[in-house]
Structures are given as structure tokens and as C-alpha cells.
């Protein structure tokens, strides 16, 4: 079972544009990914701000911060 999963970016962020590009295939393949914008919270912005994108997995609170554009590097996050 493919984890539900975080992605902590904000809007105009062209990472984060590619980031859900590399994610892209794992949601059409199952993978639940919530998008979260950090603009609208000071305490996720304080946490994320300089870090984005970052997938977070739900179920262990794992992060993995950018870059991971390389699929193999996701597949073995979601692990």
C-alpha cells in the first residue's frame, strides 16, 4: 500500500511546479498527494520557507527535501 503523502510548497515556486511534475506518475498510479501551500501559515512558512518543495509522508512523518527529481529516489522514499 502506497503511503498518503505531503507536499509543502507555495505558489509561483517553479521547484514545486516540477516537483509535482515528478510526482505525477506515482499519483496516477495510486500515490494520495495533499498539497500544501506554506503561504498560508506562519509556522509552516518559518519551517518551510527556505527547504521547498518537501514530501512528507504521512504515516512516519518523513520528509524529503528537494531535490528528488530523480523517480528513483521517490519510489525509494515511499518504500
Partial sequence: MTPECQ????????LCEVAE???MPFVEH????????IAE??????AY?????????IDTGAELDWPFDDPDRVASFLR
Fill in 30 to 37: 495510486g500515490l494520495l498527494v495533499e498539497l500544501v501551500d
Fill in 21 to 23: 511534475g515528478v510526482l
Fill in 49 to 57: 520557507g527556505l527547504r521547498i518543495p518537501v514530501l512528507r509522508r
Fill in 7 to 14: 507536499l509543502f510548497g507555495t505558489l509561483g515556486c517553479h
Fill in 41 to 46: 501559515s506562519d509556522v509552516l512558512s518559518e
